[in-house]
């Protein structure tokens, strides 16, 4: 299988290394990678605000740099739904590259569990952690089960991070509640986007949990901003990072300024 890796514009400009933690998180279990490197944006911001026209051009361009791939992986949900759920406003129905690119998209978790059929991943990591599920993996991807549909749905992320050694998953009062971030909502909707992320961390930290585990960085970005700021005993960790066998980041204090 020849899988072309998609790294969000977030990650590749602040959070490389999750990058590179997926790539060798892919290559560990045989897949062959590779990294077009004119890739740019999939898009989403320019869609999340309304402006069709700016994000279509977008959109085509990336079905022309990707349509080759067997398969295409993203380390995050919400950029990965974009191209799943919502790049059908800018092709026509019966657009064979598109549809072919739009079925062979998947999130990170979601390639390794349903497309690689792993249920176990060789590692230790001795850590209390807790889970936050974002909206778009839940809500759109459907990669674990949420609490508005009573259907029983596996948490592919879990079942990944809980095959490491001395890793110790604990419980979260609100499991698939929003943190608050959703790209520009943090910032025209700034107070009620950290009051949501302050509950997410709280509950986090409530847990007894040293180390928060998400399947997309924007989320974990915006919610460790929160925590420096507070000075709150918790660290963030993407999930490629932690099943790529990375060690608990060290607590970095707030600049001045802040």
Same mark, same amino acid.
């Given at each position: 299988?020849?899988?072309?890796?998609?790294?969000?514009?977030? !990650?590749? /400009?602040?959070?490389?290394?999750?990058? *590179?933690?997926?790539?060798?998180?892919?290559? #560990? /279990?045989?897949?062959?990678? #590779?990294?077009?490197?004119?890739?740019? =944006?999939?898009g989403q911001p320019m869609a999340n605000t309304g402006c069709t026209a700016d994000a279509a051009p977008v959109a085509r361009k990336f079905v022309e740099i990707f349509s080759g791939y067997?398969?295409?992986?993203?380390?995050?949900?919400?950029?990965?739904?974009?191209i799943r759920n919502h790049y059908g406003d800018?092709?026509?129905?019966?657009?064979?590259?598109?549809?072919?690119?739009?079925?062979?998209?998947?999130?990170? =978790?979601?390639?390794l569990?349903?497309?690689?059929?792993?249920?176990? *991943?060789?590692?230790?990591?001795?850590?209390?952690?807790? !889970?936050?599920? #974002?909206?778009h993996g839940l809500r759109e991807l459907r990669l674990a089960g949420s609490s508005e549909q009573m259907i029983p749905r596996e948490n592919k992320l879990r079942l990944l991070v809980e095959s490491l050694d001395g890793v110790e998953i604990m419980p979260i009062t609100r499991q698939d509640e929003c943190c608050g971030f959703g790209g520009t909502f943090a910032v025209t909707e700034r107070e009620?986007?950290?009051?949501?992320?302050?509950?997410?961390? /709280?509950?986090?930290?409530?847990?007894?949990?040293?180390v928060? !585990?998400?399947?997309?960085?924007?989320?974990?970005?915006?919610? /460790?901003?929160? *925590?420096?700021?507070?000075?709150m005993p918790m660290r963030v960790m993407h999930v490629a990072e932690v099943l790529a066998g990375r060690a608990l980041p060290q607590k970095k204090a707030v600049s001045a300024g802040y």
């Amino acid at each position: 299988m020849n899988v072309a890796l998609f790294v969000p514009c977030y !990650i590749d /400009q602040f959070f490389p290394d999750v990058a *590179i933690a997926t790539l060798e998180l892919l290559e #560990s /279990q045989g897949v062959n990678v #590779s990294f077009p490197e004119n890739q740019t =944006c999939c898009g989403q911001p320019m869609a999340n605000t309304g402006c069709t026209a700016d994000a279509a051009p977008v959109a085509r361009k990336f079905v022309e740099i990707f349509s080759g791939y067997d398969a295409v992986v993203c380390p995050s949900g919400s950029c990965t739904s974009m191209i799943r759920n919502h790049y059908g406003d800018y092709f026509a129905a019966d657009d064979e590259r598109f549809l072919k690119l739009r079925d062979n998209t998947f999130e990170l =978790c979601e390639f390794l569990v349903d497309q690689l059929g792993v249920r176990q *991943i060789e590692g230790r990591f001795p850590h209390r952690v807790s !889970i936050h599920s #974002s909206c778009h993996g839940l809500r759109e991807l459907r990669l674990a089960g949420s609490s508005e549909q009573m259907i029983p749905r596996e948490n592919k992320l879990r079942l990944l991070v809980e095959s490491l050694d001395g890793v110790e998953i604990m419980p979260i009062t609100r499991q698939d509640e929003c943190c608050g971030f959703g790209g520009t909502f943090a910032v025209t909707e700034r107070e009620t986007s950290v009051a949501m992320g302050l509950d997410r961390v /709280q509950d986090h930290v409530g847990s007894g949990s040293e180390v928060m !585990i998400a399947g997309d960085m924007s989320c974990l970005m915006h919610m /460790q901003g929160l *925590i420096r700021r507070r000075d709150m005993p918790m660290r963030v960790m993407h999930v490629a990072e932690v099943l790529a066998g990375r060690a608990l980041p060290q607590k970095k204090a707030v600049s001045a300024g802040y």
